[in-house]
């Protein structure tokens, strides 16, 4: 969906307009830890669901900053997962992980990936 960047940049936009998580995905309690991410329908192998990270390297000589988004917040770790997190080709200084399905994921299955951004 675009946004109107006249309504973006002023502070107007409609209820309705930011979704934190694609349609497709809902957070619930999980039997890997705390809360998760599932599916709400079945999703295709292969299916980019979003950015779950945003990477900004402010100069050569600071740390890199690790911004999460919504979706990267609720996935679990799994030694067997159903999802990779794919690094963008860098805007400026900023990279974009999203997070793409490797398997089909069945309806209310929770969606996972092997952490190696950070350990949890």
């Known amino acids: ?10 502070n107007q936009l409609e209820k309705g307009d930011y979704k934190p998580l694609p349609e497709d995905l809902f957070i619930e309690e999980s039997l890997i830890d705390g809360q ?15 950015i779950t990270h945003y990477e900004v390297e402010k100069d050569a000589m600071s740390p890199k900053i690790l911004i ?17 997190r794919v690094k963008s080709k860098p805007d400026g200084n900023i990279f974009s992980w999203t997070l793409k399905t490797t398997d089909k994921i ?15």
């Open 36 to 50: 998760g991410l599932f599916a709400a329908k079945e999703i295709a192998e292969d299916t980019d669901l979003g």
């Open 1 to 10: 969906m675009a946004i109107d960047v006249d309504k973006q940049s002023h």
């Open 68 to 84: 999460r988004t919504p979706l990267g917040g609720f996935i679990n770790h799994s030694d067997t997962p159903n999802c990779v």
């Open 106 to 120: 069945e309806p209310g299955q929770e969606l996972t990936l092997k952490y190696s951004m950070y350990r949890p």
